[in-house]
């Protein structure tokens, strides 16, 4: 077995050693993470070809099991070859249980002898680092920031402040800091949560811009409203006994409708009051949806069946699909973070996962994905068996400031996390 475990020896337990498993006094030891992590020259990991087979299977087994652990684990990074994960943990959580997840972790491992999973401790827990997130934006507001990221391999945060503020960056950084200091003496902790602060590069855009679709309507497919505007369906939801669409909340309608049809009316939304809690979506309601997403051009019937959904935060390196009326089906994406907040126009918009893509596969990103138009369309990723899981649906993207034409990099999708910090009820109605 390839498991090897990397924790910092101030935890004050040291788990007896199994066959394959070492330890390291150091948390987040730069060689160990060498062994996984490969980096471009801006510190970004980057990724060589696809995500297949039993890494996936491991991954969706660790994220479970580390669901069960929210005040230690921090996330999942993919090696850059994908033979392998790395797991990120608090160094500062309370030993014994720290003991039961990292059995949790050899347990669950044990089962693909041919992976390596390094486990490696770092500054802290998500669940610390989105408190502390929370209670920045709070206090400096959408005015100063347009984005704060949990950054899982320091286990700290990344924070994007507005191009006003760059004169007084030095400032800034000094303010940051000390809320830092006092947020965690606040809280008892001996060590500050790491906090990376610069001006940023990009502005970030709602996406919202097939066509004759039929009842029960299949994901993907074109919402029209409005004045030749138009949103694309996400994934199907049951919430209290009925049957609901998940789209796009700042596809501002109360009512959409496809080929003559109506495809749903609004019944409730995150957007625009509540989407820094819960994300930007909405449910529509008054019609009936397939468990199916249209995966083929623009004018092809094809379709792939969804096969549940994902309602947690997204590893590193994970590679997504999207489906709109805009650019139809676009895989190859991989994920950078999850459980982002971006400013997106002027709405403080949470529960996001910050995507790029890679369409050479060879760790070069490029500008191919969602385009105005897709949001509200469904993001996936293949179930393994012909299928796909929905994890959440399109929101954004991101483009350099000042180019013509307008050069995108980032592309976001709303988690169906943000549907389940609203409401623990709804589940996969497909």
Known sequence: MHTKFFASMVLGAILSSGPGITFDSEPNDVAVVAKC??????????????????????????????ASYPEIATGIAFCSNYDGLMLFVSSHSESSARSRLDKEIERVSASYPDLDVYVTGVAASMSEIQDLATYLFDELGVQALTSIAPDIYSGGLSVELSPQEERALEERESQISQMVESWSRDRGRSADIPVTVRIAEAWVEPAATRAADLPPFRMGSRLNYGSGRACSAGVPLVYAGSRYLLTAGHCQSDSFTNNGYVVGRKYTTSYPGNAYRYGDWMLLGGATYSGYVYNGSLSSSSVLRISGAFWGSMSAGKDVCTSGTTTAQVCRYKVQASMVREVVGSVVTGHMVMMRHFGNLDGIPDTVGLRPGDSGGPCYYSDGNGGVIAAGIVTALSGDLGSSPVVYRNFYCTQLSGVRAWSGSPYYGG
Do not use: K, T
């Not at 020259?41 to 087979?53: A, L, N």
């Open 37 to 66: 992590i490969q980096r471009d020259e801006y510190g970004s990991q980057i990724w060589f070809g696809p995500e297949q087979g039993d890494v996936s299977r491991l991954d969706s087994e660790l994220n479970a099991m580390l």
